[in-house]
C-alpha cells in the first residue's frame, strides 16, 4: 500500500490532491472487497448474495422489523427485496409474521437457522473490523467514522445517526 513520503497533518488534509482522493477512492474499493470476501465465500455456499447478508444483518439487529422499514433501511426496490426475503422465508431463515397492531404489516425475525448464518456472517467480518480498528488505534477509528458519515447523503444522516443510536439486538 503506498505511503506519504511527508506525512499530513489535519490541515493538509483540507487540501487534497486529486491524486490522494483517487487513491482513497481505490483504498474503499480494495476495503470493501477484503470486507466482503469471506462472508462471500459462506454466502455462496447458500446460493445467495450480498443482499441477503444485509437483509439477515438487519433483521439479527432489530427483530421485528416490518418489511417496509427493511425497504427504507436497505434503500432498494420492493421487487428486489421480496425476491430476498422470499428466498429467506423458503429456506428457513427468516419469519414473516403478521403484526399486532396493524395486519398489514409483516414483521421479520430470524429463525434459529437464520441467527447462525448471521452470526458466521457477521463474525468474520467483525473480526476483520476488530484487528483493523486495534491496529490503526482510537484516533484513526474516529477519523474513519467521521469520513464515513460525511460520505453518506447528507438527508439520510440524521435517519442513519438515529439507527445507530437505538438499542439492537446483538
Keep these: 500500500m ?7 497533518t489535519g490541515e493538509q488534509l483540507l ?24 462472508p462471500d465465500l459462506i454466502l ?13 444483518h438487519f433483521i439479527n439487529r432489530r427483530p421485528g422489523l416490518t418489511v417496509n422499514d427493511l425497504l427504507d433501511l436497505l434503500g432498494v426496490t420492493k421487487q428486489s427485496l ?9 429456506d428457513g431463515l427468516v419469519d414473516s409474521r403478521v403484526g399486532t397492531t396493524d395486519r398489514r404489516q409483516r414483521n421479520l425475525y430470524l429463525t434459529a437457522t437464520g441467527t447462525a448464518l448471521e452470526a458466521k456472517l457477521s463474525t468474520t467480518q467483525r473480526a476483520r ?8 488505534g482510537p ?3 474516529q477519523g ?16 442513519i445517526a438515529r439507527l445507530l443510536e437505538q438499542k439492537t439486538h446483538d
Design 15 to 38: 487540501f487534497l490532491t486529486d491524486d490522494q482522493l483517487r487513491q482513497g477512492i481505490e483504498l474503499m474499493f480494495f476495503a470493501y472487497r477484503g470486507f466482503t470476501a469471506d
Design 139 to 141: 484516533q484513526a477509528v
Design 2 to 8: 503506498p505511503q506519504d513520503r511527508n506525512p499530513t
Design 82 to 90: 421480496n425476491r430476498v426475503l422470499r428466498q429467506l422465508v423458503d
Design 144 to 159: 474513519f467514522r467521521a469520513v464515513l458519515e460525511q460520505i453518506i447523503e447528507p438527508e439520510m444522516r440524521p435517519r
Design 44 to 56: 455462496e455456499e447458500y446460493s445467495y448474495g450480498r443482499a441477503h447478508h444485509r437483509a439477515l
Design 129 to 136: 473490523m476488530r484487528k483493523a480498528y486495534s491496529n490503526a
